[in-house]
């Protein structure tokens, strides 16, 4: 079946302007993750959605970052004012909380965020 | 806050060999997941440990979990070139305040099979 989708694979952009970047997660999975990875790092949490609600967003590093999950599907991480320092690869992953899924994490390709 | 720490940074091995990469955490979990990332691309789960005395194999790997040491140990046997790639650990579950869904990852290690 379908994995995790997410658009654009890449976008490059001016400091200072707005971008999107959307995540579609596995059919039927209730929960969906951002997170982010910089060259040579681990992926670093950013937010975490269980149906439409964020239930955790504590790593989202300021107020310029915000996530939606409007209708518990699709989900867009937006990023105002961006900056130089918010360059790196973002992940999306879900997972399904049914029982014996063990919350497992399924990632998509990323989209690498390049901000000049 | 958890730590995951992941070593050695960087493995170099020649094809046959075996190797233990090791993965320490600072708090209590109840889960431990290894990813494998290929250049370039996204993560790929490899396994999923629930519980202490945890043993998984796939393959040429093998993954074992002792929560009362805080560790992980992914074992590499008789490696081949295709196993080059990056492993993560990762810790989720109910540690030390996080949140149920959040996974925090160690740095990763970079394994090379080398004919």
């Known amino acids: 079946g379908a994995g995790v989708s997410q658009t654009p694979s890449n976008k490059v952009t001016e400091k200072g302007k707005y971008v999107e970047l959307r995540c579609d997660p596995i059919?039927?999975?209730?929960?969906l993750y951002w997170y982010r990875q910089s060259l040579g790092q681990g992926p670093e949490f950013l937010i975490y959605?269980?149906?439409?609600?964020?239930?955790?967003d504590s790593g989202l590093p300021n107020d310029r970052f915000f996530a939606v999950r409007p209708e518990g599907s699709v989900s867009t991480l937006k990023i105002q004012r961006t900056e130089r320092g918010d360059s790196a690869v973002y992940l999306c992953?879900?997972?399904?909380?049914?029982?014996?899924?063990?919350?497992?994490?399924?990632f998509g390709p990323g989209t690498r965020l390049t901000v000049l | 806050e958890l730590k995951v720490e992941q070593n050695p940074l960087f493995l170099s091995m020649q094809e046959g060999k075996n190797y233990t990469i090791y993965c320490n955490y600072s708090t209590t979990s109840d889960r431990l997941y290894w990813y494998r990332q290929d250049p370039g691309k996204s993560l790929e789960s490899l396994f999923v440990l629930l519980s202490n005395g945890a043993v998984k194999q796939e393959g040429r790997l093998m993954a074992s979990l002792d929560t009362k040491a805080r560790l992980s140990t992914l074992h590499i046997t008789a490696a081949v070139h295709d196993l080059s790639a990056t492993y993560f650990c990762a810790v989720g579950g109910l540690a030390g305040g996080t949140s149920y869904g959040k996974l925090t990852f160690g740095q990763g290690t970079i394994l090379t099979v080398h004919p």
């Open positions: 059919s039927g999975h209730t929960a």
């Open positions: 992953a879900s997972s399904s909380h049914s029982s014996g899924s063990y919350n497992e994490q399924f």
């Open positions: 959605f269980q149906g439409t609600g964020a239930a955790d």
